[in-house]
């Protein structure tokens, strides 16, 4: 099989042919599920495991990147799934502590395994990936809270980028009004007009500064990818009852808030945790993006790529120089 290859922390990726049995079983021997990998998806958190080791995000060497599977079943020990079956895999520690998605196979556990839905080619479903995975739960996030279309402005950050640009297009598809928040206004101004985006906001306007603990009431809801001064900014500018739901930490893993939104505007905050998932919300949210999407945006904010441009991708993705959403063949 080929791979990609992160032998130690601190070590350099490779790309390279390897022992099949050798590398599936050192990790992940719980797995009973053996799949031929057809595609996976770039993500941030790829980018940090690939550039430098991965300190902090893996957690096993060595140990192949790719936090998303979509493959067919070759093997199953589950009566849940059988040879010639499609799935989708995000999360659920490959790619971190289980050998993930940037090789030619792979073996995983059948719990965290979703149907590839119909309305869905495997390329899609790898541009969708955990990032649109993660989108997705966000906003079923701000529908249980009970945000609608006529709650107000709905806030979007790092809205050019994976997570943000499927948001934007899912949010503004349901009809909500949408603010994409960026920090390449002019750039993509554009790329999240076509998305959907109502407004634009340039992102050091929740960046750069602390504000008071409570401000202007802007929004009913958001999506943050940012976490740090940007979500407590957020919170800070949340209308009575409205919800946030955080699913990144691009800008830091701190929140430097008080109480003071959540007691006097009765403001809630959500987490969107994509890679403990259970399986009902899984395929919820694969059901809903199925249905929802728009598929010629979905076509428009990806790229391709092949298992031997991973490694210097790594560099781009850090840097913010992507745009919406990366499909890996690792056939190609």
């Known amino acids: 099989m080929r791979a990609v290859i992160v032998p130690a922390q601190g070590a350099k990726a490779e790309v390279k042919e390897v022992m099949e049995d050798q590398l599936l079983v050192c990790v992940g021997e719980s797995g009973t599920v053996e799949l031929d990998v057809l595609y996976s998806s770039y993500n941030y958190k790829d980018g940090m495991a690939i550039n430098g ?24 020990e589950d009566p849940n799934w059988s040879a010639g079956d499609t799935v989708v895999l995000n999360g659920d520690g490959i790619g971190e502590s289980l050998h993930g998605g940037f090789a030619t196979r792979a ?16 390329e899609r479903a790898a541009a969708l990936g955990t990032a649109g995975f993660t989108a997705m739960i966000s906003v079923l996030q701000l529908e249980d809270a009970g945000v609608t279309t006529e709650s107000g402005d709905v806030l979007v950050t790092g809205a050019a980028g994976g997570v943000g640009s499927v948001a934007v297009s899912l949010l503004a598809g349901r009809g909500y009004r949408v603010v994409a928040s960026t920090g390449r206004v ?16 340039d992102r050091h306007e929740l960046s750069d500064e602390l504000g008071k ?13 940012a976490g740090s ?38 403001v809630t905050l959500t987490g969107a945790n994509s890679v403990k998932a259970p399986r009902e919300l899984r395929q919820r949210a694969w059901d809903a993006l199925a249905a929802e999407l728009d598929l010629n945006q979905l076509d428009e904010m990806t790229t391709t790529i ?27």
């Open 53 to 76: 080791g991965g300190r902090g995000i893996l957690q096993s060497f060595p140990i192949i990147p790719g936090i998303d599977i979509v493959g067919t079943v070759t093997r199953s």
């Open 229 to 266: 001064t940007t979500l407590a900014n957020i919170l800070a500018q949340m209308r009575y009852g409205g919800t946030v739901s955080a699913c990144g930490l691009a800008q830091g893993m701190d929140l430097p808030t008080s109480v003071t939104p959540f007691i006097l505007r009765g």
């Open 186 to 201: 002019e750039e993509e101004g554009d790329y999240l007009r076509g998305l959907g985006a109502a407004d634009l906001i």
């Open 107 to 122: 073996r995983v556990r059948p719990d965290a395994l979703v149907r590839l839905p119909a309305a869905l080619s495997p």
């Open 306 to 332: 092949g298992l031997e441009d991973t490694i210097p991708y790594a560099e781009r993705i850090l840097a913010g120089r992507t745009r919406g959403r990366t499909v890996v063949d690792v056939n190609r």
């Open 213 to 225: 603990p409570l401000q202007s009431e802007r929004w009913a809801g958001a999506i943050d990818v």
